[in-house]
């Protein structure tokens, strides 16, 4: 099971988000694995990535002196040196690519490495599909979620669910998606800021930024055509 799954959207949503992640087994392949863990978020950092992270930390390294409005002005800095560093124990590593080439081109040097641990690519089942075939590989298994069942209508509308969900723990709420989509709606902010804002509460490095900015510019179109 993969907290990566709940994302909220279509299989053609996923056109520009790409997953790939890779989990030691305890007490199976887990010892001497940190400097493999290490070496597979260098091939990802190879090939233009979103976002990455160790599952306790994202490219957001904590800063000194910040106070609860940094995030309104912090800028988003990939740093993807400190989050290679700061993997010091067995966990899920991962990387977030916007395109399918890259996610390609990182998925077939991964192949090649052989680290000899689960690596997963978290997409649409068409987009995995095709990525195996790129990469000489045969897919062995799909997961699938269920989806959302919402009989009493209580859940947000399907661009804030689409940007919250990119948080699989949910560290993005549904509150401060909203609050993103009117900021730029109104011109306080741009799609990219706005999308800056939301990747620094992932602190796993899952959020895809790049889709979270896509997103956030079709929301201006939207609004300006219900008009």
């Excluded at 260098?42 to 800063?63: D, I, V, W």
């Excluded at 796993?204 to 900015?213: D, F, H, L, M, P």
Aim: hydrophobic share 35%.
């Amino acid at each position: 099971m993969t907290n990566t799954l709940h994302r909220f959207g279509s299989a053609e949503s996923f056109h520009d988000d790409y997953i790939i992640f890779a989990i030691p087994s305890k007490g199976i392949n887990d010892e001497g694995c940190i400097p493999k863990l290490k070496e597979f978020l260098r091939l990802c950092a190879k090939h233009n990535p979103s976002n990455m992270g160790n599952g306790n930390r994202s490219s957001m390294a904590p800063e000194k002196g910040l106070n609860p409005l940094a995030h309104w002005n912090r800028r988003a800095v990939n740093d993807w040196e400190t989050v290679i560093e700061g993997v010091i124990k067995a966990g899920t590593v991962s990387a977030v690519f916007s395109t399918k080439e890259d996610a390609e081109a990182c998925m077939g040097e991964i192949v090649a490495a052989d680290f000899g641990f689960s690596v997963n690519m978290s997409t649409s089942v068409q987009n995995a599909k095709e990525a195996a075939i790129c990469c000489g590989i045969k897919r062995h298994s799909v997961e699938y979620t269920l989806g959302f069942n919402d009989p009493f209508d209580l859940l947000p509308d399907s661009q804030v669910l689409t940007l919250s969900t990119m948080c699989g723990h949910g560290m993005v709420s549904f509150n401060m998606a909203k609050k993103m989509i009117d900021m730029v709606r109104e011109g306080r902010r741009s799609p990219e800021d706005a999308a800056n804002t939301l990747v620094r509460f992932c602190p796993c490095g899952i959020y895809n930024s790049a889709r979270a900015k896509r997103i956030l510019e079709e929301s201006v179109g939207k609004a300006k055509d219900s008009k």
